[in-house]
T-cell receptor, first 114, second 107 residues
Framework: KAGVTQTPRYLIKTRGQQVTLSCSPI?????VSWYQQTPGQGLQFLFE???????NKGNFPGRFSGRQFSNSRSEMNVSTLELGDSALYLC?????????????FGQGTRLTVV | AQRVTQPEKLLSVFKGAPVELKCNYS??????LFWYVQYSRQRLQLLLR??SRESIKGFTADLNKGETSFHLKKPFAQEEDSAMYYC?????????FGTGTRLLVSP
């Protein structure tokens, strides 16, 4: 079966702009989580969605937001981009709650803010 | 607060040497612990989880609740083990990852 798909793979944006990233989970998976991966901080949890509801949120400013659609696809939005937002953004899907069942990761979207 | 610590950023060993990747966690409840691995140019993927008590690719990890540790071990490292390894704990329905340890196995 198809794995987790993230689009686009690469993005270059200017400070102050906004960006939307997309994640299509594995068919049948209802939980989608987003992580920010940077060399210094590792993977940091952004938020998790389950059946269109945000169940959990990490310690990121309100500029980071997300949503999940009825088909479980999820989008993440970052507004007023800052240079420090440059990172690899990973999406993970799982059958049940994150942590209770195996998380399957996408290949990520590499965002560069200039 | 839920936290996972991996003290080593880089661990370099020779092929055939034993490997131990350290992981310590802090969580007030009873978390589930995982090791995820990311090989070069591949996705992050689950290596093993403590409840399954499996040995995957020769790796094992034992949960030590007294020391709040979940170290990853392999008796004889192989070159194909070179990768980034992340320890993670679950709690409050989210996964918290450590900062990762890069394992480099030289011939």
């Amino acid at each position: 079966k198809a794995g987790v798909t993230q689009t686009p793979r690469y993005l270059i944006k200017t400070r102050g702009q906004q960006v939307t990233l997309s994640c299509s989970p594995i068919s049948g998976h209802r939980s989608v989580s987003w992580y920010q991966q940077t060399p210094g901080q590792g993977l940091q949890f952004l938020f998790e969605y389950f059946s269109e509801t945000q169940r959990n949120k990490g310690n990121f400013p309100g500029r980071f937001s997300g949503r999940q659609f009825s088909n479980s696809r999820s989008e993440m939005n970052v507004s007023t981009l800052e240079l420090g937002d440059s990172a690899l953004y990973l999406c993970a899907s799982s059958l049940g709650a994150q942590g209770n069942t195996e998380a399957f990761f996408g290949q990520g979207t590499r965002l560069t803010v200039v | 607060a839920q936290r996972v610590t991996q003290p080593e950023k880089l661990l370099s060993v020779f092929k055939g040497a034993p490997v131990e990747l350290k992981c310590n966690y802090s969580y007030s409840g009873s978390p589930e612990l995982f090791w995820y691995v990311q090989y070069s140019r591949q996705r992050l993927q689950l290596l093993l989880r403590h409840i399954s008590r499996e040995s995957i690719k020769g790796f094992t990890a034992d949960l030590n609740k007294g020391e709040t540790s979940f170290h990853l071990k392999k008796p004889f490292a192989q070159e194909e083990d070179s990768a980034m390894y992340y320890c993670a704990s679950s709690g409050f329905q989210k996964l918290v990852f450590g900062t990762g340890t890069r394992l480099l196995v030289s011939p």
